[in-house]
């Protein structure tokens, strides 16, 4: 059974320009979070989507944003770059939406902001 | 709220001693707690977890204890090896909250032969 995967593994841009990540589950996995990665903050709840409803999110500014669809793959933007969004992006996934199941994670992507 | 706090690191234990990481945290409602541990270059995986009060979870000959009356899961190991150098990291989810999982900062631990 194939893990998460997450596209791409590394992205360099400028500050003020816009990305987008992407995320596929595992199959069968309808739950898919995202976190943020920083050596000072450690893991930061980005958003979670459950059949294409994104049911938390975090406190992060409206830059960032996220979708699923309705295959459960789910990519998520960060418009207008700033040098504080350098970080490692998780994305993970999980078979219901109720905490109780444990979150498979994927390598990440490693966003450098210039 | 919702909150966990790890020991921080970095740790250094020669192979072959006892480790302890502690964790505590603050719920609101009933929590579930986890361990979970990042290799260089990888995604988190889930190394233990409990579910409720007093349960034991264990895996890899590391084990924490989910304790309601001191709000602790301390992960412990009797006895390293190199191959458990890696980031540690405590989290909670709450049902009342669904999967948002929150996470401690991560301890790092380095074992030398």
């Known amino acids: 059974k194939a893990g998460v995967t997450q596209t791409p593994r590394y992205l360099i841009k400028t500050r003020g320009q816009q990305v987008t990540l992407s995320c596929s589950p595992i199959?069968?996995?309808?739950?898919v979070s995202w976190y943020q990665q920083t050596p000072g903050q450690g893991l930061q709840f980005l958003f979670e989507?459950?059949?294409?409803?994104?049911?938390n999110k975090g406190n992060f500014p409206g830059r960032f944003s996220g979708r699923q669809f309705s295959n459960s793959r789910s990519e998520m933007n960060v418009s207008t770059l700033e040098l504080g969004d350098s970080a490692l992006y998780l994305c993970?996934?999980?078979?219901?939406?109720?905490?109780?199941?444990?979150?498979?994670f994927g390598s990440g992507t490693q966003l450098s902001v210039l | 709220g919702n909150s966990v706090t790890q020991m921080e690191g970095p740790v250094t234990l020669s192979e072959e001693a006892f480790l302890t990481i502690n964790c505590t945290y603050t719920?609101?409602?009933?929590?579930?707690l986890f361990w979970y541990v990042q290799y260089p270059g990888e995604g988190l995986q889930l190394l233990l977890k409990?579910?409720?009060?007093?349960d034991k979870g264990s895996n890899k000959g590391f084990e924490a204890t989910y304790r309601k009356e001191t709000t602790s899961f301390h992960l412990e190991k009797g006895s390293v090896q190199v191959s458990d150098s890696a980031v540690y990291f405590c989290?909670?989810?709450?049902?009342?909250?669904?999967?948002?999982?929150?996470f401690g900062t991560g301890t790092s631990l380095t074992v030398i032969p």
């Open positions: 989507y459950f059949s294409e409803t994104q049911r």
């Open positions: 993970a996934s999980s078979l219901e939406d109720r905490g109780r199941e444990k979150l498979f």
């Open positions: 719920a609101t409602g009933y929590p579930s």
């Open positions: 199959s069968g996995h309808r739950s």
């Open positions: 989290a909670l989810s709450d049902v009342n909250t669904g999967n948002q999982f929150y």
């Open positions: 409990a579910t409720k009060a007093d």
